[in-house]
């Protein structure tokens, strides 16, 4: 039995990485805003400000697109 991990070992360094680095353009007034935060200490970075909001908006999304199919009653 080899000690270092074997072939799980090598199946975990195969699998993809939790997260993917993306490249975009927004205004700068909005990166000043995000860095401000980050200054603020309301964020860690700007990468963490971006993922919140983004998570926040297909939250959003995904709740309205759920509203929407529900039958209004009454």
């Known amino acids: 039995m080899r000690k270092n991990g074997g072939v ?12 993917v680095i993306v490249g975009f ?3 700068r007034g909005m990166l000043k805003t995000i860095d401000e935060l980050v200054e603020m200490g309301v964020f860690n ?10 998570y926040s908006l297909i939250r959003d999304l995904e709740r309205e697109r759920e509203r929407a199919r529900k039958p209004v009653l009454g």
């Open 25 to 27: 353009r927004i205004p």
């Open 8 to 19: 799980g070992r090598l199946l975990r360094r195969r699998r993809e990485p939790r997260t």
């Open 45 to 54: 970075n700007r990468s963490e400000a971006i993922r919140i909001a983004l």
